[in-house]
């Protein structure tokens, strides 16, 4: 009997990527593609279908609720049968070249060395493989202040894969503390720094910003809108005086709104890719 594969496609933008990926893989998903405006996720033909799909709908229509802004929409299920699925599946995976500094690529290509910083990604489990606009102009920026002077720590708020932690270990931020509370994050974050051979550098913790006393000269956040604004104190309070703060996860008229609440920086570069916006800030002294 042929073996066959459950598809699930959902319309979902940025980072709530990362909530559906992480519930969808509770669910028995063992292999999801996140692109700019869907994802797609995989369960095995053992899967109970007429248990799962109301279930998924049940979960996606209280993110609805949750989200109003359209970053949730519609879903579609096919049936597909495999035909060298393994190397079908990774087939949507390529390296990409990412600014002036990185190769993100798949742990089963090498691609060939031009002189920038490699990192190794395992798609699976966790938002942040280097395809999303997001993620991209973050690596972006994280580049460029390292170019200046390399901080030597660095946080890494909702760190998912764990890609712009490895980033900043690569560009010899020396220490990084990683944080999400999501542990199917963790867990394959903790599998990409092992991937990576990142020993030492990054730690990775389940703590919340708000109970953290140390400051850094960089902070990253790539997460959804309404937890940016929920954390905008604590995270302010984690910034050196002249200290960078890099915000990502947002469209373009989110900007405003995370301007108002994070008074007390000056707007250094604000990149637009598509409908993504990636703001890098420097607290004012």
Not at 63 to 88: C, M, Q, S, Y
Not at 248 to 259: M, N, T
Request: aromatic share 6%; with cysteine.
């Amino acid at each position: 009997m042929a073996v066959r594969w459950l598809e699930l496609s959902v319309q979902a933008q940025g980072p709530v990527q990362d909530t559906i990926s992480s519930f969808l893989v509770e669910q028995g998903s063992t292999g999801i593609v996140c692109g700019d405006r869907s994802l797609r996720a995989f369960f095995p033909g053992t899967a109970d279908g007429t248990a799962l799909r109301p279930l998924v709908r049940r979960y996606l229509r209280g993110l609805r609720d949750i989200f109003p802004d359209g970053l949730v929409g519609r879903t579609r299920w096919r049936v597909i049968a495999e035909k060298n699925w393994h190397d079908a599946w990774r087939g949507y995976f390529k390296p990409q070249r990412i600014g002036r500094s990185f190769i993100v690529a798949p742990p089963w290509i090498r691609p060939k060395e031009d002189g920038r910083h490699l990192i190794f990604i395992e798609p699976a489990m966790a938002f942040g493989t280097g395809t999303h606009e997001t993620t991209r102009c973050c690596l972006e920026l994280i580049d460029q202040i390292c170019a200046e002077k390399s901080p030597g720590k660095a946080l890494d708020v909702g760190t998912g894969s764990g890609i712009l932690a490895i980033g900043m270990a690569r560009l010899g931020v020396r220490e990084v503390l990683a944080l999400d509370n999501d542990p199917v994050a963790l867990n394959a974050a903790r599998a990409n720094l092992q991937l990576n051979g990142i020993d030492g550098a990054v730690t990775l913790s389940d703590a919340s910003v708000g109970r953290l006393r140390r400051r850094f000269p960089l902070v990253v956040a790539n997460i959804i809108l309404e937890t940016l604004l929920e954390m905008a104190g604590p995270l302010t309070r984690r910034v050196d005086a002249r200290g960078s703060l890099i915000l990502s996860g947002l469209l373009h008229d989110h900007v405003p709104a995370v301007r108002r609440r994070f008074h007390g920086f000056r707007l250094v570069r604000r990149k637009d890719r598509k409908e993504w916006s990636t703001l890098l800030l420097r607290k004012e002294p």
